[in-house]
Nanobody
């Protein structure tokens, strides 16, 4: 069973930066898309950023210009550089990988990492 191992979360003051990492425990074949979701207390999980195998990235409006998603295909890894953090960015962040399968893509999820931004 492939695991996605996340790291990089923590406590930071508003205006600070964090870099989240998500690495697969082993090779997972062809990847269609990688991304980061977040879930704040009492709120629904939302897609923060995603990137296709071709390198096309998308961001939720609230993080555009502040967050950058990137990948390392050799390591089956996805990263999220978060700058100019705001208290409203506080949430548990989950990485996800859509693996290409014969019929339908398989979605893998990380265990989540807490990001807390203090004002």
């Amino acid at each position: 069973q492939v695991q996605l191992v996340e790291s990089g979360g923590g406590l930071v003051q508003a205006g600070g930066s964090l870099r989240l990492s998500c690495v697969a425990s082993r090779s997972i074949g062809s990847i269609a898309r990688m991304g980061w979701y977040r879930q704040a207390p009492g709120k629904q999980r939302e897609l923060v950023a995603s990137i296709t195998s071709g390198g096309s990235a998308n961001y939720v409006d609230s993080v555009k210009g502040r967050f950058t998603i990137s990948t390392d295909k050799a390591k089956n890894a996805v990263y999220l550089q978060m700058n100019s953090l705001k208290p409203e960015d506080t949430a548990v962040y989950f990485c996800t990988v859509a693996v290409v399968r014969a019929v339908v893509n398989e979605n893998l999820w990380g265990q989540g990492t807490q990001v807390t931004v203090s004002s």
